[in-house]
């Protein structure tokens, strides 16, 4: 099992900033997030490799970036834009390679006020 500590979740007005960060253990090689909204299943928000190949949610790209600090073993989410409808709980993700193995941490909630 691989502990992924999230934090930097909050409350923020429509069209602010914030930033998630997600801290593993131990190497990853695909780390990123998931969100899940009241009411509704969890879906993509973005995921990175630590080749820095990433992938989007169509609905989200140009205003989400998703990068990771290899040396850290951490993923961050940079949000901007926010809309009310970004309000969810973030979860981070993380799958090895080998054996395909998937972690996921407690979740942030974000929370955007319109």
């Known amino acids: 099992q691989v502990h992924l500590v999230e934090s930097g979740g909050g409350l923020v007005q429509a069209g602010g900033s914030l930033r998630l960060s997600c801290a593993a253990a131990?190497?990853?090689?695909?780390m990123g997030w998931y969100r899940q909204a009241p009411g509704k299943q969890r879906e993509l928000v973005a995921v990175?490799?630590?080749?820095?190949?990433?992938n989007y949610a169509d609905s989200l790209k140009g205003r989400f970036t998703i990068s990771r600090d290899n040396d850290k073993n951490t993923v961050y989410l940079q949000m901007n834009s926010l809309k009310s409808e970004d309000t969810a709980v973030y979860y981070c993700?993380?799958?090895?390679?080998?054996?395909?193995?998937?972690?996921w941490g407690q979740g942030t909630q974000v929370t955007v006020s319109s």
């Open positions: 990175i490799t630590r080749a820095y190949t990433t």
């Open positions: 993700y993380g799958k090895r390679v080998i054996g395909g193995y998937e972690y």
């Open positions: 131990t190497n990853i090689f695909t």
